[in-house]
């Protein structure tokens, strides 16, 4: 055979498998154009589904309540048959398809979940205790879920009529767990509660100052506990705080962090008022100025501090600052069924056993005295006392009942005098002394005087 006519037997042959092919690939298509078809659909998206691709594992079934045998197999119109059959005995659609063909189901779910499913969003609350709207919500949004029983009721309906069906996907709403009516109730103001440090020195403002800043915020969970110690730190340098006077030894000493257990006992008062269940609360040996008996809270990084609970059911928000003159701490969360007052009760008083005189050998107190016989009072003698704390809670103007929350007990406090140690100088010199200082006070009369000028201008 010459080269020519292989050539025209490989075209040839090349053409006929060409044409095989093609027939046998229209065919196909002409096959799967004809086969039952299940189209979904949901607006722009569409997904079709062939059920005949779904054969069952076993063939035939017997229900457990009937003699009654159900054919698995065949062609689309005996299993439409056989949806029928078993619609009757009371199935569902949805039950019945995932009966006669095996997996359906489940890829037409999975379909919708991707592409027409949608979770809710919760409403949420943003605290923001130093804008003048303290609260924000964002409103909640519905999510959906197809109607999955109405599509297979659907899908079994148009079945009934013809094999190759059209059918739209129908939604349920899912409502969200939390919504801003919800969160709405956690708004209300509980309680509030000041204390005043006009006089206090520049450290110990700033100690205050510091820890209402660390409560500033502060959401607390229903159920859980609050540790002042926790919130605010270790009262060392290192946390921010400064020198200023604390109770050490039942006197009144320099040391880290003075001033903090009024911020502890502000807050201590408002958890009160605000109907938290106090934990842990403990008194100072001395009586403070700042706040009146058995409402102390005295905090040290040892051994005491301040600790309440959340018990309303919802969470609170805390909101603590400090204006010049006040130490403040506000309360919000579910609107309290009553108020609450305080009132505390001395049941005794306990002498002061007089004063402690000292001599100023250092000079430390050379400002208030400098010789002998030159006295100055540091600290006044102070009774102690024994009281009681209680809790009154009010609906209106009526009082429905008197709860006593401490017991307490203040020591007497010592007295502090401090007198020179130098021996008096000539009558000249006194005299000399007596002038420098008034020129002193002279002069600092002097510059208040320019400085209400520079005010004036």
């Not at 540790?227 to 290192?238: C, H, L, Q």
């Not at 002061?352 to 009072?377: A, E």
């Not at 024994?386 to 009010?394: A, F, K, P």
Request: aromatic share 12%.
């Amino acid at each position: 055979m010459n080269n020519k006519l292989k050539c025209i037997l490989i075209m040839f042959l090349t053409v006929l498998a060409f044409w095989a092919s093609t027939c046998h690939f229209f065919s196909a298509l002409a096959e799967i154009d004809n086969s039952p078809k299940i189209t979904i659909v949901y607006g722009q998206k569409s997904a079709t589904f062939f059920p005949q691709k779904y054969k069952a594992q076993s063939k035939v079934f017997t229900h457990k309540y009937a003699e009654q045998k159900y054919n698995r197999s065949g062609d689309i119109k005996q299993k439409i048959n056989m949806l029928k059959l078993i619609k009757s005995q009371g199935w569902s659609s949805y039950d019945a398809f995932k009966f006669m063909f095996a997996g359906l189901n489940d890829d037409i779910e999975r379909w919708l979940i991707l592409n027409v499913n949608t979770s809710p969003q919760n409403a949420k609350l943003i605290f923001r205790p130093n804008n003048s709207v303290k609260f924000a919500i964002i409103k909640e949004k519905n999510g959906q879920t197809a109607d999955i029983q109405k599509l297979f009721d659907d899908i079994y309906q148009k079945m009934l009529i013809n094999t190759t069906v059209k059918v739209p996907a129908q939604t349920l709403p899912i409502r969200p767990e939390i919504t801003a009516e919800y969160l709405k109730q956690e708004t209300y103001h509980r309680a509030s509660f000041s204390t005043g440090y006009a006089s206090s020195s520049a450290g110990r403002k700033h100690n205050i100052q510091l820890a209402m800043k660390r409560f500033d915020g502060l959401v607390v969970r229903h159920g859980e506990i609050v540790s002042f110690n926790k919130v605010v730190g270790p009262r060392t340098a290192y946390n921010g705080f400064v020198e200023a006077k604390i109770i050490l030894g039942g006197r009144y000493e320099q040391g880290i962090g003075g001033g903090v257990c009024q911020a502890s006992t502000t807050v201590y008062n408002a958890a009160l008022l605000a109907d938290m269940e106090i934990i842990s609360a403990n008194n100072h040996s001395l009586r403070v100025g700042y706040i009146e008996p058995s409402f102390d809270a005295m905090v040290n990084g040892s051994w005491s501090d301040l600790k309440f609970r959340n018990n309303t059911g919802r969470n609170v928000y805390i909101h603590s600052y400090c204006t010049q003159n006040r130490v403040i701490v506000e309360f919000y969360g579910l609107k309290m069924p009553y108020r609450i007052t305080r009132r505390y009760k001395i049941l005794s008083r306990i002498a002061s056993p007089g004063s402690d005189k000292i001599l100023d050998y250092d000079g430390k107190y050379s400002k208030y005295v400098k010789y002998k016989g030159q006295t100055h009072i540091l600290q006044h003698p102070k009774d102690g006392m024994i009281t009681e704390g209680y809790l009154r809670y009010y609906s209106g103007d009526k009082l429905l009942k008197e709860v006593k929350i401490r017991n307490d007990r203040y020591a007497p406090q010592r007295g502090l005098i401090v007198e020179g140690v130098q021996s008096p100088p000539p009558p000249e010199e006194q005299q000399k002394d007596l002038e420098k200082n008034a020129n002193e006070k002279l002069f600092d009369f002097s510059k208040i005087f320019r400085g209400f000028e520079d005010i004036l201008r």
